[in-house]
């Protein structure tokens, strides 16, 4: 089993070395690491309690948001097109190994 490792950069700007395991979605492997990501909705895509900003050219590889990603995260704190996506919606993949994950601000 391999994992990736991650570096998150909190609220407050510190960074954080993260591992994240085959079977967690991103919003898992920043909670279970313990950083304040709150993901009240259990990472069903009905809140944007898990907000991140990406590299654009991570989001853009991802594909498009689902239309339920996409109408939370306009109404969310610090929405930027280009950068913003739900945590409970990234699944975890090999190439994403060493990519920086920002925390958006809380709502």
Do not use: K
Not at 1 to 22: C, F, I, K, Y
Not at 63 to 80: C, I, K, P, T, Y
Request: glycine share 6%; charged share 25%; aromatic share 4%.
């Amino acid at each position: 089993m391999s994992n990736n490792t991650l570096t998150v950069v909190d609220r407050e700007g510190q960074q954080h070395a993260v591992q994240w395991e085959p079977e967690q979605s991103l919003m898992e492997a920043l909670r279970d690491n313990d950083l304040p990501v709150l993901a009240s909705c259990g990472g069903t895509a009905s809140c944007a309690t898990c907000h991140v900003f990406l590299d654009g050219d991570i989001v853009t590889s991802l594909g498009e948001r689902s239309e339920d990603e996409a109408e939370l995260l306009v109404d969310a704190e610090g929405f930027r097109e280009d950068c913003s996506r739900l945590s409970c919606q990234v699944a975890f993949e090999d190439r994403l190994d060493g990519m920086t994950v920002t925390l958006a601000p809380e709502e």
